[in-house]
């Protein structure tokens, strides 16, 4: 039985697959820039995967530019979250844009549509974990470090 533990140790922590993300709250004049994707239900804040090579910074500027055509001027660090919530350790960095230009040319087959929602008057399809983050932003629920 204790060489099966230590194998099952080996195999799990050889296999374990860890992720990041890089996500981001876009703000301009008390709005907030929400995607609705084409492969599933609901209002999300922009972001995705951080490539091989890529910083997490360099990673929601190109989210940025691919799904809702925005170029950034700056971005400020918000927080550092932990989910498990696909059986693997993910850790997403999300920042803070109010510093940008927005243009109407995008090209993500991905991006149903992109829409502003003043941060008072969010759809009722939110994303849990976006609501989450937008009450964090507005010092409304105090910011966790789990996802």
Known sequence: ???????????????????????VLVIKDEKVLLVEHTYMPGWYTIGGAVEKGESPKEAIIRELSEEVGISVHSLDLFNVYYSYNEKRDDYIVFYICKDFIETEHFSKAEIKEKRWFALDNLPESVSPATLRRIKEYQGINKITDKW
């Open 1 to 23: 039985m204790k060489i099966y533990r230590i194998i099952k140790n080996i195999i799990l922590s050889v296999l374990a697959r860890r992720t990041i993300g890089a996500r």
